[in-house]
């Protein structure tokens, strides 16, 4: 059975900084697109940032990029999101996902398995 488990998200003041994590349960990540997703109070679920299967491409949303970044640790078999210069309008609860699709990048049907979501509240 495929698991992913997210941690990391915390509240933490505009500006700030976290790491999240996602780590599976019984597979290998770097065989497979990984995607962080994020869904806010009343919002649809968007795509926040990917990374691929091969040669480690990113891919980020325009609200994120220059301030996220995507990569992989392959010994500790983990997916980290590094989230700087956060921003209230980053609050929601963020998802890590697993696609079966090569070229995936950040379109929520492209992935087959999720998390069970961690919080991030940018707040003052």
């Known amino acids: 059975q495929v698991q992913l488990v997210e941690s990391g998200g915390d509240l933490v003041q505009p500006g700030g900084s976290l790491r999240l994590s996602c780590a599976p349960s019984g597979f290998t990540l770097d065989y497979y697109v990984i995607g962080w997703f994020r869904q806010a109070p009343g919002k649809e679920r968007e795509g926040v940032s990917c990374i691929s299967r091969f040669d480690g491409s990113t891919t980020y949303s325009d609200s994120v990029k220059g301030r996220f970044s995507i990569f992989r640790d392959n010994i500790k078999n983990t997916v980290y999101l590094q989230m700087n210069n956060l921003e209230p309008e980053d609050t929601g609860v963020y998802y890590c996902?697993?696609?079966?699709?090569?070229?995936?990048?950040?379109?929520?049907?492209?992935?087959?398995?999720w998390g069970q979501g961690t919080q991030v509240t940018v707040s003052s």
């Open positions: 996902a697993l696609s079966l699709v090569a070229s995936a990048s950040i379109r929520p049907y492209e992935y087959s398995y």
